[in-house]
């Protein structure tokens, strides 16, 4: 079985969502769930650090792009925390990703 | 597509090319299900680091093949076999899965978000299919090759 983790701190204008560990089809719709839960208030910014994933397949892309579309509708920035080199850094950039949210190569 | 005939399993055994000493030949035969994605795409990580894939080669060929067996676990008939076929050449790994689906207009998921990006990883990706007729289940199979350097990005 595929294990992510899901780490959300939460401050006044901000929400900061760690991922770390795996993701794939077989816990896609669960890490969907947990994000969509995370971001129940109204931030100004909802950044998504993905430093720690080891590994993310195009089910996880599809969040990002769910999590993108909907923040848009509600005038939320986006921003997501990608490292330079890494394969998910490839994935985001291969699916065209950089026009819906900035990439950052680490967080502040 | 003779492939497809009933009781066959995977195509080219004994294939000339095939019987050359240089190309390993691995296939595996698992549940469709996502519980057996993170154990071929980790079979398909070792073939290519093996093979001297460079790194980025490495990583496009394992999410291209999870993408791949994730695409037809999606699309697969209950109970149906995944079968999964490693072709491991001098400086490019051929990948081809097939699995048995229930009846389905068009069954080929090459419109999907998952199909674009399977594009942009592998070198090559095709698929084939053969409708579900009474009392025989459709087939679905998805063939990608992966070349060892991964051209540089403009």
């Known amino acids: 079985m595929t294990d992510a983790r899901v780490e959300v ?28 839960e995370a971001v129940s208030n109204q931030p100004v910014i909802v950044s998504v650090d993905l430093t720690d994933l080891n590994y993310m397949d195009s089910a996880g892309v599809r ?3 769910t999590l993108a579309s909907r923040l848009q509708a509600l005038r939320i920035t986006l921003e997501l925390i990608v490292p330079p080199g890494s394969s998910t850094r490839r994935l985001i950039e291969l699916s065209g990703f950089e026009s819906l949210a900035a990439l950052k190569p680490a967080g502040p | ?6 009781g066959t399993s995977m195509p080219n055994h004994g ?25 071929i795409r980790t ?5 290519a680091a093996r093979a001297d894939f460079d790194l980025d080669s490495i990583d496009d060929l394992r999410m291209a093949v999870d993408d791949l067996c994730a695409m037809l676990v999606r699309i697969a008939a209950a109970d149906a076999t995944l079968y999964c076929t490693f072709t491991v050449r001098p400086e490019r790994i051929e990948v081809a899965a097939e699995t048995d689906v229930d009846d ?5 998921p090459t419109g999907s978000f998952a199909w674009r990006v ?16 009474p009392g025989r289940r459709g087939r679905v199979r998805i063939t990608l090759a992966k070349d060892a350097l991964t051209a540089p990005q403009p």
């Not at chain 2, 597509?1 to 009933?6: F, K, N, Q, R, V």
Request: aromatic fraction near 2%.
């Open chain 1, 63 to 65: 969040i990002l792009f």
């Open chain 1, 9 to 36: 701190s939460a401050e006044s204008r901000s929400v900061r969502i760690s991922l770390s560990g795996e993701i794939d089809l077989a816990n896609a719709a669960a890490v969907e769930d947990e994000i969509r």
């Open chain 2, 15 to 39: 294939a000339d090319s095939d019987s050359d000493e240089s190309v390993l030949s691995l296939e595996l035969r698992t549940t469709a299900s996502t519980v057996s994605i993170p154990t």
């Open chain 2, 118 to 133: 399977l594009q942009c990883l592998a070198d090559e990706v095709g698929a084939t299919s053969v409708p579900a007729e």
């Open chain 2, 43 to 47: 079979v398909a990580a070792d073939l």
């Open chain 2, 104 to 108: 389905l207009a068009d069954p080929l």
């Open chain 2, 1 to 6: 597509m003779t492939y497809l005939d009933s």
